[in-house]
């Protein structure tokens, strides 16, 4: 029973930069998996990134060099840094993680990221 908390998202022009936030209701120390994800209108959602312990991380070829996945334990809050932004990023990102064990996935609600001139 995870409650994932996102926050951070609004509308940038094209090369801006975002950070958006997402806070879980519990320790992040007790999550080993948690990801980044997106929609875009009319499209599928998609893995944009994954952060594995704050050691291991994977990105979307898409995102590579542009955003960055971390964490940090004092706020207990995982971030998605996103620079260089384009038209294209433009999606609603959504934050999740899922139980090892059970299988089942949890959600945030989601936050909207628009990039336009």
């Known amino acids: 029973q995870v409650q994932l908390v996102e926050s951070g998202g609004g509308l940038v022009q094209p090369g801006g930069s975002l950070r958006l936030s997402c806070v879980p209701s519990?320790?992040?120390?007790?999550?080993?998996?948690i990801n980044w994800y997106r929609q875009a209108p009319g499209k599928q959602r998609e893995l944009v990134a994954a952060d594995t312990r704050g050691g291991t991380t994977n990105y979307a070829d898409s995102v590579k060099g542009r955003f960055t996945i971390s964490r940090d334990n004092a706020k207990n809050t995982v971030y998605l840094q996103m620079n260089g932004l384009k038209p294209e990023d433009t999606a609603v990102y959504y934050c999740?993680?899922?139980?090892?064990?059970?299988?089942?996935?949890?959600w945030g609600q989601g936050t909207r990221v628009t990039v336009s001139s």
């Open positions: 519990i320790s992040i120390f007790n999550i080993y998996t």
């Open positions: 999740n993680t899922r139980n090892p064990i059970s299988l089942r996935d949890y």
